[in-house]
């Protein structure tokens, strides 16, 4: 089982002039998920994004599996990033990709980007803190 112990973010990348940053943070609940996600809009200056597309795994108190995912105007997007969770069996955390649009489509290739940087905020260790940014 993999999960994030702190709020970390992976590498900023670029594709066809839009650029996409996967972070994350513990979540072991549904009511710390928009303060999780507050938290990690604000640490990685995250406001101007075009899409905020999220996905989070938790245990209930009763030990049922709660998957909770948001497309944030990238439909399809969050799927691939419970995924990406899922592959790993990431759990008690909360996976955020963000994508600033740059003009130009980039068809299905988005989604593996978007399941690429999720995939490897978790198995990477994430290890990059919001004050080091």
């Given amino acids: 089982m993999v999960t994030l112990q702190s709020m970390s973010a992976g590498e900023k990348i670029e594709e066809n002039r839009s650029r996409f940053l996967a972070c994350g943070g513990p979540c072991g609940s549904a009511d710390c998920v928009d303060a999780t996600l507050d938290g990690l809009v604000r640490a990685y200056r995250l406001g101007k994004a075009s899409q905020l597309s999220w996905a989070a795994r938790f245990r209930a ?18 799927a691939c990033i419970l995924a990406a969770m899922q ?12 994508r600033w649009y740059g003009g130009r489509h980039l068809g299905g290739m988005r989604f593996r980007i978007y399941r690429k940087l999720a995939s490897e905020l978790l198995t990477n260790g994430a290890s990059t803190p919001p004050a080091s940014r």
Avoid at 87 to 98: K, Q, T
């Fill in 61 to 78: 108190p009763d030990g049922r599996l709660i998957e909770l995912r948001e497309d944030g105007g990238e439909s399809g997007a969050a």
């Fill in 87 to 98: 592959a790993v069996e990431a759990e008690g955390c909360l996976v955020l990709v963000a």
